[in-house]
């Protein structure tokens, strides 16, 4: 089989990096990753047969020039980053290269979401009501950035006083993500759900959708958990979707895989919101339930080739489930964490799927997002593959860092996510975070035990990075550089203290509640920037009130007082620029009055 391009260029990181490096090696092509300088050693320079450094993943020019230089014919821009950039699919061109995705002009009309609704609107697809006019749309109103995506520069407005702190914060968050700070506003359907269809067209003007995806849970706009086909869509609402989003693809002439995300209202209607012109995080469910390998198929478009698939043949088989695994704290308003990856496990077995970035020895930071893995399950049926779903969750193992593995663990199992058809704003109304306090018993006792014999090497440290099979009975305890213990107890990477393996120490800032008079450091989560200060030394603060405003991976993050008390320092200024654990506030417990 002649591959589609000799070598293929990889302008992206993590995952998706590794999963385009693998169909690359399935067709035949070479493997060109472009590594940041940040990223040199990470798993994509690891896999790839080739890499070049680049400064950046952003700057379309060098990427472009970087590609050809190294001999590439292609360049396959993953997502994120530049995925979406008619800048890219530009320099490419005049690099003498094959951008993998749609034509500049189609990349232009989608990425911003004015222009796609007037695509929308000329192509007869049901858009949802919106305008340039907030006070004309009515409440409750939803605020979104007009480029971009990812949950990046959204806000909910229920009352018109909440409007232009609304407006404020979206724009200046689409604004660091994207350059751009234009609005659209937008009805906010309460109860809806997010369902997208998966399209591929090819230059020769043949097109097909391969289906649905349900990816309503949510966290702050971001998906968290999607699944194929989604719960309760018939045939015929399948097909209607699947039309709508192919006529959208003809009217702006789109060639590659794109998916077409839209909102079904409680009512039965439905509406379009927006086309995502690249892979989506999401793809490995579609390629589960109708084994076509999506990728594979974005580089053979991309060579020119025909689709060679009818719609008919496009067959939908079982049910597909994936989570997302990151480096954050679900327990602490999603931030973003950071830290040395000590050890893995990734799940095995029939009907599971692993997409991972990371391994055993790598680091993750806060530059980029945070998506360690991607597991999927499919089984014949919903039941089968949520069954699978937990099984597998449960042996996850990652330790070194705090993960949303308890969140995920938390979903999988909850009875109103197994009935199906839950909407966009369901996690954040039935998530209860559980902020970590003292360690666990359990805890300090697996820390003792593995202290009391420790021999080198943990076992589960070594022997999880080389693959061989460890009993999943045994508590996992790894020692870190510093001297610190981590225990991976019900989901949960629990860091214990060398000097405090008999008294567990209580990290500030973390622990609802605090003794009269006694005080807290509240340090940062993250590095980043101080926005925007809340309060002044002082200031009496109730539990969970917000202290400060953290600019950090271009989202704000609130700093919330972990309990109620009086601000007795500000260790920090409005557009500081904070590391990770910098001290930013001192909080003293009052005494009940």
């Not at 926005?531 to 603060?541: F, H």
Request: net charge negative.
């Amino acid at each position: 089989m002649t591959p589609p391009f000799a070598c293929v260029a990889i302008a992206c990181r993590g995952e998706i990096a590794l999963r385009i490096i693998r169909a690359c090696r399935e067709l035949g092509s070479q493997s060109l990753a472009l590594v940041a300088d940040d990223e040199r050693g990470g798993i994509a320079e690891r896999e790839a047969d080739a890499a070049l450094e680049v400064e950046s993943y952003l700057d379309a020019a060098t990427l472009a020039v970087t590609a050809a230089a190294g001999g590439a014919q292609a360049l396959h821009p993953g997502y994120g980053f530049l995925s979406e950039s008619p800048e890219l699919a530009e320099a490419c061109r005049a690099a003498g290269l094959v951008f993998v995705g749609p034509p500049p002009q189609a990349l232009a009309t989608l990425g911003r979401k004015d222009a796609a609704r007037e695509l929308a609107q000329r192509a007869g697809v049901p858009v949802v009501p919106g305008g340039a006019d907030p006070a004309e749309i009515g409440y409750p109103l939803l605020v979104k950035a007009r480029a971009g995506g990812g949950g990046r520069g959204m806000r909910v407005v229920r009352e018109a006083a909440q409007l232009a702190e609304a407006m404020e914060a979206a724009a200046r968050e689409a604004g660091a993500a994207f350059g751009d700070r234009g609005l659209v506003y937008e009805r906010y359907i309460e109860g809806a759900r997010h369902v997208e269809v998966q399209i591929l067209r090819d230059a020769h003007g043949s097109g097909l959708h391969l289906g649905e995806r349900d990816c309503s849970v949510q966290r702050r706009h971001q998906k968290v958990i999607e699944e194929a086909p989604a719960p309760g869509v018939g045939r015929e609402l399948r097909g209607e979707l699947g039309t709508a989003a192919l006529r959208l693809a003809d009217e702006v002439g789109y060639v590659g895989a794109g998916t077409a995300e839209f909102l079904l209202a409680p009512d039965g209607s439905w509406y379009f919101l927006e086309m995502n012109a690249r892979i989506q995080v999401e793809h490995p469910v579609t390629e589960l339930v109708t084994s076509i390998d999506l990728v594979r198929r974005q580089l053979e478009i991309a060579a020119g080739l025909p689709l060679e698939l009818a719609q008919g043949d496009v067959l939908l088989r079982g049910h597909a489930i994936e989570a997302r695994i990151y480096a954050e704290d679900a327990d602490n308003g999603f931030l973003p964490t950071a830290g040395d990856v000590l050890a893995v496990r990734w799940p095995r077995g029939p009907g599971v799927r692993i997409d991972a970035g990371v391994d055993g020895g790598d680091v993750v930071g806060t530059r980029y997002d945070g998506l360690l893995a991607k597991l999927c399950v499919h089984g014949e049926t919903r039941a089968r593959a949520l069954a699978r779903l937990n099984a597998a969750l449960d042996d996850v193992v990652v330790l070194g860092l705090t993960t949303n593995l308890p969140l995920l663990r938390s979903v999988a199992s909850n009875p109103e996510f197994e009935r199906g058809g839950v909407d966009t704003g369901w996690l954040e109304r039935t998530w209860q975070p559980q902020p970590e306090g003292a360690a666990p018993a359990e805890a300090l006792a697996a820390a003792e035990a593995y202290a009391a014999g420790e021999q080198g090497e943990s076992p589960w440290q070594g022997r999880w990075r080389a693959g061989a099979p460890v009993s999943p009975a045994a508590t996992p305890v790894v020692r870190a550089e510093d001297g610190s213990l981590h225990v991976w107890l019900n989901g949960r990477d629990v860091r214990v203290e060398r000097i405090a393996l008999r008294e567990p120490e209580q990290h500030a800032g973390r622990g609802p509640g605090a003794a009269a008079g006694s005080a807290a450091r509240i340090a940062a989560p993250m590095p980043g920037a101080v926005l925007r200060l809340e309060v002044a030394e002082g200031d009496e603060v109730e539990e969970r009130a917000v202290l400060l405003v953290l600019e950090a991976m271009k989202m704000e993050h609130p700093v919330w007082a972990p309990f109620a008390g009086r601000v007795i320092r500000l260790a920090c200024r409005e557009g500081q620029q904070v590391a990770a654990g910098e001290v930013l506030v001192e909080l003293a417990a009052e005494p009940a009055a």
